[in-house]
């Protein structure tokens, strides 16, 4: 529904995009979980660049599925990338 009558730089979009990758993470459908947030991401990153907690929840999601497939490295890259976009 989102889509069909928000412009695709809509904040919900971006929203929603960040809960479903969420749902995915926990189904174990980690690809799939990551391609919703990294969409998520550069719809804030585009159209919101001073969102910043948008971005930061989104990249803290992300940072939970490299998490939880054990790439610890990689989530703490994200979650130290958090800590800099809320300043």
Same mark, same amino acid.
């Given at each position: 529904?989102? *889509?069909?009558?928000? =412009?695709?730089?809509?904040?919900?979009?971006?929203?929603?995009?960040?809960?479903?990758?969420?749902?995915?993470?926990?189904?174990?459908?980690?690809?799939?979980? *990551?391609?919703?947030?990294?969409?998520?991401?550069?719809?804030?990153?585009?159209?919101? =660049?001073?969102?910043?907690?948008?971005?930061?929840?989104?990249?803290?999601?992300?940072?939970? /599925?490299?998490?939880?497939?054990?790439?610890? *490295?990689?989530? *703490?890259?994200?979650?130290?990338?958090?800590?800099?976009? /809320?300043?």
């Amino acid at each position: 529904i989102y *889509k069909q009558h928000l =412009p695709k730089n809509h904040g919900g979009i971006a929203w929603v995009l960040t809960s479903l990758g969420c749902v995915h993470r926990e189904l174990g459908e980690f690809e799939k979980a *990551k391609e919703l947030l990294n969409q998520s991401i550069e719809i804030y990153k585009r159209y919101f =660049p001073g969102n910043n907690s948008g971005i930061t929840w989104a990249l803290a999601h992300l940072g939970n /599925t490299y998490r939880d497939q054990g790439d610890y *490295k990689k989530a *703490k890259e994200l979650f130290e990338l958090c800590l800099i976009t /809320t300043k």
